[in-house]
């Protein structure tokens, strides 16, 4: 009995063993196929009900990760934060913009894990706006440097938006 129950196991594990090769394999060859397609024709089947902008149109979307820690073991306050977005995010995107305050942790470059507040800003903006990407890294760029940060965190994305 034992020796029956070991086999149907061994055929059951390579069972799910060629299932996840297979679709490794088929994964694979989509993900070389779809690097072969233009992103501008990509683009157009991922967002081709945005056609009709009574329906929606495309837009961008951008996620910032702004964490609020200092090296030197202080904070960047909230006044702070509020000057930073007067100055220089809204400048940039005057069309508005969602703000968000919490809390986040990530693995720095000394190895260890760091738990601080945070400011999470949403920009939404038209898909084909000119220069965004530009003003975007300006706004990190100078985060950055200002907040004395390893990094702010961009997230980048297309959707179909509706007003």
Request: with cysteine.
């Amino acid at each position: 009995m034992l020796q029956i129950m070991r086999k149907n196991v061994s055929r059951g594990l390579i069972g799910w063993i060629l299932v996840v090769v297979c679709a490794g394999t088929i994964l694979s060859r989509a993900l070389d196929h779809t690097d072969a397609i233009p992103a501008q024709q990509t683009k157009a089947v991922i967002l081709e009900g945005c056609t009709d902008r009574d329906r929606g149109r495309p837009f961008a979307r951008t996620e910032l990760f702004f964490g609020k820690s200092k090296p030197d073991g202080s904070m960047v306050t909230d006044e702070e934060f509020r000057a930073f977005l007067d100055e220089v995010i809204t400048p940039r995107f005057p069309n508005g913009l969602t703000m968000l305050s919490g809390a986040g942790q990530f693995r720095g470059s000394s190895g260890m894990i760091q738990r601080e507040g945070a400011v999470f800003v949403i920009l939404l903006y038209p898909a084909d706006e000119q220069d965004s990407g530009a003003r975007i890294e300006q706004i990190r760029n100078r985060y950055r440097k200002t907040c004395a940060q390893e990094s702010v965190l961009r997230v980048d994305g297309e959707f179909c938006v509706y007003f």
